[in-house]
């Protein structure tokens, strides 16, 4: 059974700092392709970072310079480190994980509020 599991949302004030981790198991972590999204109230989901096996990211053009993503092979874990937090990040980030050899599978967490507000 695939499990994906974010964490370390919460609630910050603006310019400050989070860190989000997310923890996948029953599955080849090495074979897929790890991404953050988030969905602010009213908005669709937008891909914020990806981060391919090879060590490949990018990244949505309103977060490059603040948001770093890594990924922990080892772990079957990936990140997402945000600094320069600004209001409008505030969203419900969501960790997914994409397969990227045949059969093709794709998979999504739970999701975890990051709120940047003074």
């Known amino acids: 059974q695939v499990q994906i599991v974010e964490s370390g949302g919460g609630l910050v004030q603006p310019g400050g700092s989070l860190r989000l981790s997310c923890q996948a198991s029953g599955i080849l972590f090495s074979e897929n392709r790890m991404g953050w999204y988030r969905q602010a109230p009213e908005k669709e989901r937008e891909l914020v970072a990806q981060i391919f096996s090879s060590g490949f990211t990018n990244y949505r053009e309103s977060v490059k310079g603040r948001f770093t993503i890594s990924r922990d092979d080892a772990k079957n874990t990936v990140y997402l480190q945000m600094n320069s937090l600004k209001p409008e990040d505030t969203a419900v980030y969501y960790c997914?994980?994409?397969?990227?050899?045949?059969?093709?599978?794709?998979?999504w967490g739970q999701g975890t509020q990051v709120t940047v507000s003074s």
């Open positions: 997914n994980a994409w397969r990227t050899v045949y059969p093709p599978g794709n998979y």
